[in-house]
Antibody, heavy 117, light 107 residues
């Protein structure tokens, strides 16, 4: 069974760094694109970027280029989303999702990140 | 990057009714258009992939069609559980991108 399990909710202050994770199991992690989707409070879904773990090729949506870093650890079959300096506007729910292949679609349960002074 | 435009942003309909949501891509996406349903506090769920293919377990009252840049999702005979927010998503280029969503409410 494919599973994507995300880290717990975080409360941080502006300027702090944060790395959240998405632990996967049940499939060959290296050979499937996996990425992150942001959902700000009351807003729609936005793909932030996506990574191919086998060679770490990463593609970011223009709005998120330079704002976050997506990485993957093949040995732990885990994807990460990292901020070096959080802003209040980063407050959102973040989902990891494996890139849709055919009708195989898998999502994590979401990680709520709250950034507030 | 490919921009996806959905319409309307919200609509109300009655149980038993029929609704159609449209989605337009900023360039041709060769049928790589998917539809998701999201309920509050939950991750999105795939309804339809590559324009018109129903995901496993999705009722046949959901249907999709389109080509090139223009696509539609139709829900016939609306059921109470269908009131949710719907998103189109292109998977032609990476990263994928979503439309802004359509909130379907009960009239």
């Amino acid at each position: 069974e494919v599973q994507l399990v995300q880290s717990e909710a975080e409360v941080k202050k502006p300027g702090e760094s944060l790395k959240i994770f998405c632990k996967t199991s049940g499939y060959t992690f290296s050979t499937h694109w996996i990425g992150w989707v942001r959902q700000m409070p009351g807003q729609g879904l936005e793909w932030m970027g996506i990574i191919y773990p086998a060679d770490s090729e990463t593609r970011y949506s223009p709005s998120f280029q330079g704002q976050v870093t997506i990485s993957a650890d093949e040995s732990n079959t885990t994807a990460y989303l990292h901020w070096s300096s959080l802003k209040a506007s980063d407050t959102a729910m973040y989902y990891c999702a494996r890139l849709l292949v055919g009708e195989d679609d898998y999502w994590g349960q979401g990680t709520l990140v709250t950034v507030s002074s | 990057d490919i921009q996806m435009t959905q319409a309307p942003s919200s609509l109300s309909a009655s149980v038993g009714g029929r609704v159609t949501i449209t989605c337009r891509a900023s360039q041709s996406i060769s049928g790589y258009l998917n539809w998701y349903q999201q309920k509050p506090g939950k991750a999105p769920k795939l309804l339809i992939f590559t324009t018109s293919n129903l995901h496993s377990g999705v009722p046949s009252r959901f249907s999709g069609r389109g080509s090139g840049t223009d696509f539609t999702l139709t829900i016939s005979s609306l059921q109470p559980e269908d009131f949710a927010t719907y998103y189109c998503q292109q998977s032609y280029s990476m990263p994928p991108s979503f439309g802004q969503g359509t909130k379907l409410e009960i009239k």
